[in-house]
């Protein structure tokens, strides 16, 4: 009877090992058959309704908790510290303004980089907001986005809404997509009535058309998979831009004797420049020699 009792007792361990070992493997299995830092977004949502519920802000998790009403990217991660890839969820989407008139996209700018897309508009357009979300900033920059609100999204997106003429909003209240948010305008450095729309991950600035189809308003994708790789390829150019370095042309200054002083050639600094050997710099002129 000892012997029969411990012949199962053995048998029954046997198939304990059997079981975990199996576990193990579909486990390993599973990791392997999803991308590497792809976050699952239904487990992700269901945390999401479980935060709001908590008082707390659009993922969180996601932001470290960071909630900061004063910086529009207070994070300062690195596009190469940003997850491999990451699904938004942009079922919800509701396009800003009405007009489709794109006045200038997203990307670099002669010397700076230009981190949004303008739309043209009448000032006292409607502006509504994109997603579901928090208000996290409403602020004016005289020299730059002027009137602008910034709102973070359950989906783990934020959007910048800048040269506002009046924001309706306050810093923390809650917006469901399409609410209106704030009226057009020109305010800040604008030369022209416009919406400046900018879509950023973790602080860092998306090209909006890789996410949103601007002629029919509508989202490309539902569940919008971001890949860094392709959804950040504009990083070497920041990078480039990053590099770069300026000189203010002095009186007497020319070309060749510039790019003496700062080590580099004539041409270099043609090219940089998308000048001529041949043009005239002037007095107070910024020049990038590298
Ligand atoms: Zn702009």
Not at 124 to 139: C, P
Not at 219 to 230: I, R, S
Request: with cysteine; glycine share 6%; net charge positive.
């Amino acid at each position: 009877m000892q012997a029969m009792r411990n012949k199962i007792f053995f048998l029954l361990v046997i198939l304990c090992f059997s079981q975990a070992a199996f576990a193990t493997e579909l486990a390993d299995t599973l990791l392997i058959a999803q991308p590497i830092d792809t976050i699952q977004f239904q487990t992700e949502l269901e945390l999401e309704e479980e935060r709001l519920w908590c008082g707390l802000h659009p993922a969180d998790s996601l932001y470290f908790g960071c909630w900061d009403t004063e910086w529009v990217n207070p994070y300062k991660i690195k596009i190469d510290s940003l997850p491999d890839s990451i699904f938004f969820l942009c079922r919800n989407y509701v396009h800003p303004i009405e007009s489709k008139r794109i006045t200038s996209n997203f990307g670099l700018r002669r010397y700076r980089f230009h981190y949004g897309i303008d739309i043209g508009l009448n000032v006292g357009d409607t502006v509504r907001s994109a997603f579901d979300g928090q208000v996290r900033i409403i602020d004016y920059e005289k020299r730059g986005y002027g009137r602008y609100i910034v709102v973070r999204h359950s989906n783990g997106l934020e959007t910048v809404y800048a040269h506002l003429a009046k924001v309706f909003m306050h810093v923390n209240d809650t917006v469901k997509a399409g609410q209106p948010i704030a009226l057009g305008g020109n305010t800040g450095r604008s030369t022209g009535p416009h919406l400046h729309f900018e879509v950023r991950f973790l602080g860092n600035a998306i090209n909006p058309t890789k996410l949103i189809d601007f002629e029919s308003q509508q989202v490309l994708q539902e569940n919008y998979l971001m890949v860094k790789k392709e959804t950040y390829d504009h990083k070497k150019i920041l990078d480039e831009l990053a590099k770069a370095q300026y000189c203010v042309v002095r009186s007497g200054d020319t070309l060749s004797g510039l790019a003496r002083r700062y080590g580099t050639s004539v041409s270099a600094l043609c090219k940089l420049n998308k000048i001529s050997s041949k043009s005239i710099i002037r007095i107070g002129q910024r020049l990038r020699y590298r």
